[in-house]
């Protein structure tokens, strides 16, 4: 018993420890945000600052389009999401409980995908969309992101765990496919729903690269490429500034898991990756 307590104290100790470590560049960019600059470069252990100040946070919203950029990555994230959730949850559906030809050579294509980075399909994505002119365009930022792969194999093998006895009911009493899906699987992949909102969410608003290709207009930037945009400009000199502008640009993320910890909690944990 006694060296089963100890353990507990040692692993307890061990990761406060590791969150401290984690999480000590978060506090220093809080802190570093309410400095002068003159401050953040002088020698010496000033952690904390002498006279906190605002000013950094004025220079933000007079030279930037933080508000326009906070409003981009909402927009992006928002319909992305939507997309995909409309897109890969019936193509989850199919590949769970449908027969169709070639089923299982297109379900081994989206698990290459899943292998393949991002990346690779940048150039012919860009082509496409200045092809039909919708680079620097919301369009440009939503469109290539909608078919999700890995959105289809989570939704997949979650809906593989849900006894068939639910489906084959439905369709005795006459239901269709959108209706099974909207009162039958919805309901009932909640919780895989919860898990890939949370990774679309987080991905796209911290997205830097694809925003950075097709985007020209400095007010149709996301809130990462706004913020390299906005450092660049600066020449990296004003660093309490910069520390303020990506405050801004974590702050809606960290409220949001705030107000809904506890769902994004139950979420994950609930997640079966079975089948």
Known sequence: MKKRNLWDILSTAFLCSLGVFTLFPFFLMIITSFKDSHEIIASGLNVFPRVPILRNYATVFGKTYIARYLLNGVIVVVFVLIGQLLVNIPAAYA?????????????????????FPRY??????????????????????????????????????????????FFEAARVE??????????????????????????????????????LIVINSQKMFTPPAGIVFFADAEGAS??????????????????LFLANRRQFITSLTNTGLKG
């Open 120 to 165: 690779i399909a940048a150039i012919p994505n860009f082509l496409l969309l200045s092809k039909f002119r919708l680079i620097d365009t919301y369009a440009a930022l939503i469109l290539p992101s909608i078919a999700s792969p890995f959105c289809i194999f989570l939704m997949r093998q979650y809906i593989l765990t849900i006894p068939e006895v």
């Open 174 to 211: 006459g239901c269709g496919i959108p209706r099974i899906l909207l009162t039958i699987l919805i309901p009932m992949i909640k919780p895989a729903i919860g898990s890939f909102t949370i990774f679309s969410i987080v991905t796209h608003w911290n997205d830097f690269f694809w925003p």
């Open 238 to 255: 004003d660093w309490g500034a910069v520390m303020a502008a990506a405050l801004l640009t974590v702050a809606p993320l960290i409220a």
């Open 95 to 115: 590949f769970a409980k449908r027969n169709f030809p070639f089923k299982k050579t297109l379900f081994l294509c989206i698990l290459a995908a899943l292998v």
